[in-house]
């Protein structure tokens, strides 16, 4: 199938949200008391962040060089998160409901940054008014094929235990329920909840009842709910687990949602390498963990922190890679789909999903400011998470979901500046956003690299060791060339040599170079 990805993502720099923790407006009333901005997250605590807050704080994502917005859900629901989803077809009040996203959309869309919004297709909260009403009439229900039920108990009036722990202080997921083991992979996991609840959950979580995708008219509600926010001005989706959804539900989302916005982004939420995802009939892309691992793994070897990694199934996975480790890595990666698919990928390195990259690091800023940099000079789209680029910290969920800080005095500055200087510069150089990539060197801990795009060739080296490297960069029919550094704060210049068409490049350790023709 011909491989059709839409265009602006290319030059987009993405920026990670998670509404209820980056910035509250006081033009979004709250109903009520909420957990203290600056003190550490709880798993069930709202802060209070919304999207007029996100409004407010455009001219600083601008600033810093971002041009698209990811949010994670803002849906009406019962959690901080909102991954579980009560209505699809209303924002969050918490949120400024739906006049809050068309006065982000319309100020985003002024400014040219693009927004996408979470589509939680596979799963809904307790709360959602079609199970709820299975809930009250129980086989009576014509929403009883909605879910996943156990329709000879709801024949039978076998009581549903939404709720196991009964009503004895808090309701929700007990202490004695399944809990969000993020150790090991739950995928396909919930069939046990069948028989315990009366109905399938994913995870096996009581909250979180599985829809049954497989009846038409809960088809037609979710595809319909994609469709209205496309009209309402999103530019795309990114989909929740969705190797948890049958195919040809996707391909069918596919089709309608492109049939609204043609050039509408659709990227699928899958931690590992999924060359039938990315064919042309279902996403246009998948949140690009592999490469984010090989980044985490190389750019911090010297520190990485392995057991913060332990508690993420995914991340315990990362190993130390040295520079032709990674380079060999960098290759395979980059050559696994479509050039159009590589191009457009979901490149991070951490999410609302995993410790954030400073903390598994073990707060080493020189690796941080090497992986943006990757990131930001790689084929793909850069996805910086919230906060990260001004040095915010945090282990397993729900630390790394910490508030954005107010007080700009708790800011790394440096740390902004280096993020502001390499997405400005990628902004700056169109080979670094389209062009074509070959690693030329790898040496110890160093790697370099060209981004190749018309005319022009871009050379990228990267020193994750702490000794100065020299690398030898055959630029073949373009080694005649002069080059000049990008001027990056703090980064090395100078000292580069031409040889017989090789460029000589000298890189301090903890360091990197974006090279330019003069």
């Known amino acids: 199938m011909p491989i059709d990805t839409p265009d602006w993502v290319r030059d987009a720099a993405f920026y990670q949200i998670f509404p209820d923790r980056f910035a509250s407006s006081p033009r979004v009333v709250k109903p009520g008391p909420l957990e203290p901005w600056d003190t550490p997250p709880t798993t069930h605590g709202f802060k209070g962040g919304d999207l007029l807050g996100v409004a407010e704080r455009l001219p600083y994502l601008e600033d810093l060089g971002i041009n698209a917005i990811y949010l994670t859900p803002i849906f009406s629901s019962a959690s901080n998160h909102r991954y579980h989803t009560y209505d699809y077809f209303e924002v969050d009040p918490l949120l400024g409901g739906d006049a809050a996203l068309r006065t982000l959309l319309d100020e985003a869309h002024a400014r040219g940054i693009r927004v996408v919004l979470d589509g939680v297709f596979n799963h809904t909260g307790r709360g959602f008014w079609a199970f709820h009403h299975v809930l009250e009439t129980g086989a009576a229900s014509p929403y009883r094929h909605w879910f996943l039920f156990d ?139 592999p490469l984010g691992k090989a980044i985490l793994g190389f750019t911090a070897a010297p520190s990485f922190r392995a057991d913060v990694a332990a508690f993420h199934f995914e991340y315990s996975q990362v190993r130390p890679l040295d520079g032709p480790t990674f380079a060999h890595e960098l290759e395979r990666l980059m050559t696994l789909y479509d050039p159009d698919v590589t191009a ?90 389209r062009g074509d990539l070959r690693v030329l060197a790898a040496s110890g801990a160093a790697v370099a690299f060209t981004r190749s795009f018309e005319d022009v060739t871009v050379v990228v080296a990267v020193n994750a060791g702490s000794e100065p490297v020299e690398l030898d960069v055959d630029l073949g029919g373009r080694g005649e060339a002069r080059y000049k550094d990008i001027p990056l704060p703090g980064a090395p210049t100078g000292g580069v040599r031409l040889d017989a068409g090789c460029l000589r490049l000298p890189v301090d350790g903890r360091s990197s170079r974006v090279l330019v023709p003069a």
């Open 151 to 289: 329709q000879a108990a709801l024949d039978d009036g076998r009581h549903l235990r939404a709720y196991p722990q009964g009503y004895e202080g808090r309701t929700g997921v007990g202490e004695d329920e399944p809990g969000l083991d993020a150790t090991v992979s739950h995928r396909g996991a919930g069939a046990r909840s069948l028989e315990r609840l009366g109905y399938m959950a994913w995870w096996d979580l009581p909250a979180l009842p599985k829809l049954n995708t497989d009846d038409p008219h809960v088809r037609e509600h979710l595809l319909s709910a994609a469709e209205h926010w496309l009209r309402f001005g999103i530019d795309g989706w990114r989909l929740d687990v969705p190797e948890e959804v049958p195919a040809p539900f996707w391909e069918e989302f596919r089709r309608r949602c492109r049939a609204v916005r043609p050039d509408a982004y659709i990227v699928g939420e899958i931690w590992h390498e999924a060359p039938d995802w990315l064919a042309g009939d279902r996403f246009d892309a998948v949140m690009n963990y």
């Open 344 to 433: 457009v990928q979901l490149n991070l390195v951490d999410s609302h999903d995993t410790p954030r990259f400073l903390t598994l690091a073990g707060g080493d800023r020189a690796a941080l400011r090497l992986a943006i940099l990757l990131q930001a000079t790689l084929p793909g789209a850069p996805c910086v998470y919230y906060g990260d680029e001004i040095g915010l910290e945090g282990g397993r969920d729900p630390d790394c979901r910490r508030a954005f800080p107010t007080d700009e005095r708790a800011w790394d500055r440096d740390l902004h500046a280096w993020y502001r200087a390499v997405l400005h510069a990628r902004r700056a150089h169109p080979a670094l956003r």
